[in-house]
């Protein structure tokens, strides 16, 4: 009898990504770390909230965050 291997998650892609309760991918935007002194009220606003993955690369990121 042989024992059921666990798949690895991908690491990096685990601390980018994060899967809601209703199995959609949220992940943050880039751009508002730095050199924000130039950047406009409403495009760092922008910038907070998260942006929701579909498609293809949802379906990609699944594979390599199995367990979250």
């Known amino acids: 009898m042989s024992k059921k291997v666990k798949v ?3 690491r990096s892609a685990a601390k980018r990504f994060k899967i809601t309760a209703s199995g959609k991918i949220k992940r943050a935007k880039s ?3 730095h050199l924000n002194v130039k950047k ?5 606003k922008g ?8 498609g293809s690369a949802a ?4 594979t390599y965050v199995p367990y979250k």
């Open 8 to 10: 690895k998650s991908n």
């Open 59 to 62: 379906i990609r990121i699944k």
């Open 40 to 44: 406009s009220r409403k495009r760092k």
């Open 31 to 33: 751009g508002g770390s």
């Open 47 to 54: 910038l907070k909230d998260p942006e929701i993955i579909e």
